[in-house]
């Protein structure tokens, strides 16, 4: 109930009134009272004091008379005003100063108190004693009365006047403060509730609405901007309030911008992200990871499942950053590398891991490890067999070597050299294209023609092996994009193969043609064939089905994979096609309008 502010601001208003109106009432009452009491006394003293002795005498000798109580009586009505007595609150009594009896007064004997009172009783006893002190400044303010008891001792006679006041004026004059200030307190406390509501016009509707605005901005709405209304602490604060929400407005966009920039960049990348909580649940993973993985990341995968054998999850945590760990993992057969750091967030931190594919750099290491070995092996059979003709021609006494095999030393000296040259120019050839050095030199030439000259060129080599080399229709071929001698260089390892791994006496045909965009060309022999396993290998670097007859026949290896090269370069394809009984049929296919047009 006493939550808002107004109510709180109501509820100190109404404290503040009625505590000023309990201090302000109990002060009066009490200033009050003392001063009745005051007044009394002074009164008292007046009459009766030390500085009044011709009075006190008076009533001593008075008091000698034999109707001493009646005389007195009679001096003290006379002194009534000054006495203050007002025979309701305020009366004298004539006492017998030994007994206590009452002799006379300005009231009668049961307006005195029913018991005797310490002031009364104290005066007796010095009348007993002949002592004649004024007895009374001893009333308490407490008591529902105050009194005085003078002692007139005269020869035989004693006497007690006592004056009591039974306070009853100044009870009904505290009454009617108490009135005054209670009706004082309701309309103090009238004031106050309206002041309550005037304040909470002034002071809390600005902050309601700062409230609502702060709600608002809460709720992600930064566009509506509060009115500063007063230049006062909540215009200030209000002022202060629109700024802090325009800066909070920029920098949540900055963070959106930087989210979005990075969830952009973990959907697209090619490497895998996946990040696990400090429980060691995964909290994020890109496709990329599930790719990798060849799962269905969700969050029930645990670190522990998919990256436990590789690095434990606790010694992780207790890694400090910018430490990381690395590690390799298999995937089927693949091969992945992985980047394992902790990471902290406003929780207990966790741990993030990037994934990368090596799979591929491996096998290319491989391949380069298997080139390397490979060339070294080619280059280094025909360096020895150079070395030992060499040797032995060189070692020979004169006339030890007869001539004719002297020169079939030097022939196979010779032979060696050239394939050492060819092999050294194949690889020149495949650097070249690797590294994208080789320009290709394209013109529009007639498909038909390139093969027919290729064709011829072959033709005596063909006819050298009994083979009867036989090339279809090549009408209606169109003409193509390309570097035609690039090309026909591809034509010659091609047929130039169906010629060498074909036994003498077989048969080569050459068909072609073509369809909207591309032409074609298959070269098909009857010769040994390519057992199946080593159909997807013959276009791989020095690769050879059989290697001692490719070496017969002054194979390097790498005529196909040169042919490749330089096919791929055109955007078109060279491949094994499906060939019926013993034999090979290799097809080539290529864009009409070249390399650009892909
Ligand atoms: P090579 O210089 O050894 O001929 P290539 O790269 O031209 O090298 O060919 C690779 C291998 O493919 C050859 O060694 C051979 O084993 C096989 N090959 C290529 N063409 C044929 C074919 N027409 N018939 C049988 N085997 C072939």
Same mark, same amino acid.
């Given at each position: 109930?006493?939550?808002?502010?107004?109510?709180?601001?109501?509820?100190?208003?109404?404290?503040?009134?009625?505590?000023?109106?309990?201090?302000?009432? $109990?002060?009066?009452?009490?200033?009050?009272?003392?001063?009745?009491?005051?007044?009394?006394?002074?009164?008292?003293?007046?009459?009766?004091?030390?500085?009044?002795?011709?009075?006190?005498?008076?009533?001593?000798?008075?008091?000698?008379?034999?109707?001493?109580?009646?005389?007195?009586?009679?001096?003290?009505?006379?002194?009534?005003?000054?006495?203050?007595?007002?025979?309701?609150?305020?009366?004298?009594?004539?006492?017998?100063?030994?007994?206590?009896?009452?002799?006379?007064?300005?009231? +009668?004997?049961?307006?005195?108190?029913?018991?005797?009172?310490?002031?009364?009783?104290?005066?007796?006893?010095?009348?007993?004693?002949?002592?004649?002190?004024?007895?009374?400044?001893?009333?308490?303010?407490?008591?529902?009365?105050?009194?005085?008891?003078?002692?007139?001792?005269?020869?035989?006679?004693?006497?007690?006047?006592?004056?009591?006041?039974?306070?009853?004026?100044?009870?009904?004059?505290?009454?009617?403060?108490?009135?005054?200030?209670?009706?004082?307190?309701?309309?103090?406390?009238?004031?106050?509730?309206?002041?309550?509501?005037?304040?909470?016009?002034?002071?809390?509707?600005?902050?309601?609405?700062?409230?609502?605005?702060?709600?608002?901005?809460?709720?992600?709405?930064?566009?509506?901007?509060?009115?500063?209304?007063?230049?006062?602490?909540?215009?200030?604060?209000?002022?202060?309030?629109?700024?802090? $929400?325009?800066?909070?407005?920029?920098?949540?966009?900055?963070?959106?911008?930087?989210?979005?920039?990075?969830?952009?960049?973990?959907?697209?990348?090619?490497?895998?992200?996946?990040?696990?909580?400090?429980?060691?649940?995964?909290?994020?993973?890109?496709?990329?990871?599930?790719?990798?993985?060849?799962?269905?990341?969700?969050?029930?995968?645990?670190?522990?499942?998919?990256?436990?054998?590789?690095?434990?999850?606790?010694?992780?945590?207790?890694?400090?950053?910018?430490?990381?760990?690395?590690?390799?993992?298999?995937?089927?057969?693949?091969?992945?590398?992985?980047?394992?750091?902790?990471?902290?967030?406003?929780?207990?931190?966790?741990?993030?891991?990037?994934?990368?594919?090596?799979?591929?750099?491996?096998?290319?290491?491989?391949?380069?490890?298997?080139?390397?070995?490979?060339?070294?092996?080619?280059?280094?059979?025909?360096?020895?067999?150079?070395?030992?003709?060499?040797?032995?021609?060189?070692?020979?006494?004169? +006339?030890?070597?007869?001539?004719?095999?002297?020169?079939?030393?030097?022939?196979?000296?010779?032979?060696?050299?050239?394939?050492?040259?060819?092999?050294?120019?194949?690889?020149?050839?495949?650097?070249?294209?690797?590294?994208?050095?080789?320009?290709?030199?394209?013109?529009?030439?007639?498909?038909?023609?390139?093969?027919?000259?290729?064709?011829?060129?072959?033709?005596?080599?063909?006819?050298?092996?009994?083979?009867?080399?036989?090339?279809?229709?090549?009408?209606?071929?169109?003409?193509?994009?390309?570097?035609?001698?690039?090309?026909?260089?591809?034509?010659?390892?091609?047929?130039?193969?169906?010629?060498?791994?074909?036994?003498?006496?077989?048969?080569?045909?050459?068909?072609?043609?073509?369809?909207?965009?591309?032409?074609?060309?298959?070269?098909?022999?009857?010769?040994?064939?390519?057992?199946?396993?080593?159909?997807?290998?013959?276009?791989?670097?020095?690769?050879?089905?059989?290697? $001692?007859?490719?070496?017969?026949?002054?194979?390097?290896?790498?005529?196909?994979?040169?042919?490749?090269?330089?096919?791929?370069?055109?955007? +078109?394809?060279?491949?094994?096609?499906?060939?019926? +009984?013993?034999?090979?049929?290799?097809?080539?296919?290529?864009?009409?309008?070249?390399?650009?047009?892909?």
């Amino acid at each position: 109930m006493f939550r808002s502010l107004h109510m709180k601001l109501m509820l100190i208003l109404l404290l503040l009134i009625t505590s000023l109106m309990a201090v302000v009432g $109990a002060f009066l009452t009490t200033s009050v009272s003392s001063f009745y009491i005051n007044t009394f006394y002074e009164q008292i003293a007046d009459v009766f004091g030390e500085d009044q002795q011709d009075f006190v005498s008076t009533l001593r000798s008075e008091a000698a008379q034999s109707d001493g109580a009646q005389r007195l009586q009679d001096i003290l009505k006379i002194s009534a005003g000054e006495l203050g007595i007002d025979y309701r609150s305020r009366n004298y009594f004539i006492l017998d100063g030994r007994t206590g009896a009452f002799l006379g007064g300005s009231a +009668g004997e049961d307006s005195l108190p029913r018991e005797q009172t310490p002031n009364l009783l104290t005066a007796r006893n010095a009348v007993a004693r002949g002592d004649a002190t004024l007895v009374g400044d001893e009333s308490d303010i407490t008591a529902d009365y105050m009194d005085v008891a003078i002692p007139i001792l005269s020869g035989d006679n004693a006497f007690i006047i006592y004056i009591l006041d039974n306070k009853e004026s100044v009870s009904e004059l505290n009454a009617q403060l108490f009135t005054i200030i209670f009706q004082a307190l309701v309309i103090g406390l009238l004031i106050s509730v309206l002041l309550s509501f005037l304040l909470s016009k002034t002071m809390v509707g600005p902050i309601e609405k700062l409230t609502a605005g702060a709600e608002r901005v809460a709720a992600g709405d930064f566009d509506s901007q509060l009115p500063v209304e007063s230049s006062d602490e909540i215009g200030i604060l209000t002022g202060t309030f629109n700024e802090m $929400a325009g800066i909070l407005q920029e920098t949540l966009a900055a963070v959106e911008n930087e989210r979005d920039k990075l969830d952009t960049l973990f959907l697209h990348m090619t490497d895998g992200v996946v990040a696990f909580n400090h429980e060691g649940k995964l909290i994020h993973g890109n496709p990329a990871a599930n790719t990798m993985l060849h799962r269905n990341l969700d969050d029930r995968c645990s670190y522990d499942e998919l990256f436990g054998s590789v690095y434990p999850f606790q010694q992780m945590l207790a890694l400090q950053r910018p430490n990381y760990a690395e590690g390799e993992m298999l995937v089927g057969e693949r091969t992945l590398e992985l980047y394992l750091a902790p990471f902290s967030d406003q929780a207990r931190g966790g741990v993030l891991i990037v994934l990368h594919d090596v799979t591929e750099q491996h096998r290319n290491e491989e391949r380069r490890k298997e080139f390397v070995a490979n060339v070294s092996h080619e280059l280094r059979t025909p360096l020895t067999n150079v070395r030992s003709y060499a040797e032995t021609l060189h070692d020979a006494a004169e +006339g030890e070597i007869p001539y004719d095999t002297a020169r079939s030393f030097l022939d196979i000296i010779i032979n060696e050299t050239d394939r050492m040259t060819n092999i050294v120019q194949d690889l020149l050839t495949l650097s070249r294209l690797d590294s994208g050095h080789t320009e290709l030199i394209l013109t529009r030439f007639s498909f038909a023609e390139a093969i027919e000259s290729v064709v011829r060129a072959n033709a005596l080599a063909a006819k050298n092996h009994g083979h009867e080399l036989t090339c279809g229709s090549l009408e209606d071929l169109p003409l193509i994009v390309g570097d035609r001698s690039r090309l026909e260089q591809v034509m010659m390892n091609v047929i130039g193969n169906a010629i060498k791994y074909t036994p003498d006496g077989g048969h080569i045909r050459i068909s072609a043609g073509s369809t909207e965009n591309d032409v074609w060309m298959e070269v098909w022999d009857d010769g040994i064939g390519i057992p199946e396993k080593d159909r997807d290998r013959i276009f791989d670097r020095f690769y050879r089905v059989d290697k $001692a007859r490719s070496r017969e026949s002054g194979g390097t290896g790498l005529g196909l994979s040169i042919a490749r090269e330089l096919v791929l370069r055109h955007n +078109g394809t060279i491949a094994l096609a499906p060939h019926e +009984g013993p034999g090979t049929t290799v097809r080539l296919t290529l864009p009409i309008a070249g390399p650009a047009s892909a």
